[in-house]
């Protein structure tokens, strides 16, 4: 019926290009399970304080150490592959002149800069926020 | 041409990969690692404080439900796509189902937990 060349389902270790294409597309596991660490956070926030308390002492344990330390690799590998991905998906002109692709990738890593600085800052400051 | 899902699934894809990219890095760093080893002020994480900003703040709800519940679908469709280039190809609307459903629960259950705080 098809015509379609078989390919072995081991294509991706064969080719280094290959491999980290899937391991880009794999760091949306480790996003996905952040994510889920958040929304446990969360409802540990709803349960009351010694709920909460509870996560709160789980988050500093060496397994999640750990696992933030490989998420966190993951994550990093994600949003620098993102940005730099980012002048092939978002082409700008100023008049007949293409916005060059460093500058559209900067902008992007710049405004990552921001976000990071302003969360810690919310995170991380004392006192009742608001 | 048929019609299909696939602009909505992309968009989601997309907004939720900017919003991991933008957001998800400081935030491991803070709770892995800052909160976690002790670097940070006593009552930066602490119950008080953190149920005292979102309990009070719609607004706050609202960022925390984007930044928690997009990333999923960011997931979702990244998942599904590599499953079926390592060969699962034969049942790649079941893995759609699966992924795509896992993000729409996912996104259900951070509304419920977010309204319940």
Redesign the interface.
Known sequence: MSYMRKVP?TW?LQRRPYFLF?VR??T??A??G??????Y???A??EG?EA??AA?RM??SPT??A???V??LL??Y??IT??SATPKVLVFHIGEERVPAVLIAGA?YA??LI??AF??WI???????? | MAKSNEPIAWSLFSAGGMIAALFLPISMVITGFVVAQGFAPADALSYDRVHAAVSGSFVVKLVLFAVIALPFFHWAHRFKFTLVDLGLRKISLLLAIACYGSAVAATAITAVVLWRI
């Open positions: 389902n991706w899937i597309e794999l949306s596991v996003v996905a952040y994510c889920a660490f958040l929304l956070l969360l409802y926030l709803g304080p909460y308390a709160i988050m500093a999640s150490t696992l933030h330390a998420g966190l994550v990093l994600h949003t993102w940005f992007h405004g990552w976000v990071s969360v810690a995170l991380l400051t004392t006192g009742t926020p608001g």
